[in-house]
């Protein structure tokens, strides 16, 4: 691309960032996408190598460096070349979840009557 800018919604959906151009432009037209700071509220916004981006993705919140504006939606490889990741996602935290109080051996089946009245009696219920 011969020019110094290019659309903001272009570049998110060359970047690969979103699915559609029309997700990308839903994005930045609900106010979601900042350019150095500075709320962008149009699609048509241009940006330049060197803006930094900060935009919700899922349920992280992704900070990403221009590095490049690319000139098609290429393949995943050619569009990690377009961009710094600032901050990348932090993988989630696992759950500590306590057992399961009436954990049974994979395959036994379901409990019998009698065996569903103790499980009760021991968690306390009636």
């Not at 996408?33 to 699609?43: D, E, F, L, M, N």
């Not at 989630?92 to 009436?102: G, Q």
């Given at each position: 691309m011969s020019g110094e800018s290019l659309r903001l919604d272009k570049w998110l959906w060359f970047a690969r960032f979103l699915k559609s151009r029309t997700m990308a432009a839903d994005l930045c037209a609900d106010g979601r996408?900042?350019?150095?700071?500075?709320?962008?509220?149009?699609?048509s916004q241009t940006i330049k190598v060197g803006d930094v981006l900060t935009f919700p993705l899922g349920p992280?919140?992704?900070?990403?460096?221009?590095?490049?504006?690319g000139a098609r939606r290429?393949?995943?490889?050619e569009a990690q070349t377009l961009y710094a990741d600032l901050s990348p996602p932090q993988p989630?935290?696992?759950?500590?979840?306590?057992?399961?109080?009436?954990a049974r051996e994979p395959g036994s089946g379901r409990p019998t009557k009698a065996e569903r009245r103790a499980i009760d009696r021991l968690t306390g219920e009636s």
């Open positions: 996408v900042r350019i150095s700071g500075r709320v962008v509220s149009k699609p992280h919140i992704r900070v990403i460096e221009v590095k490049a504006l290429g393949p995943a490889s989630r935290a696992r759950e500590d979840r306590p057992p399961a109080v009436a």
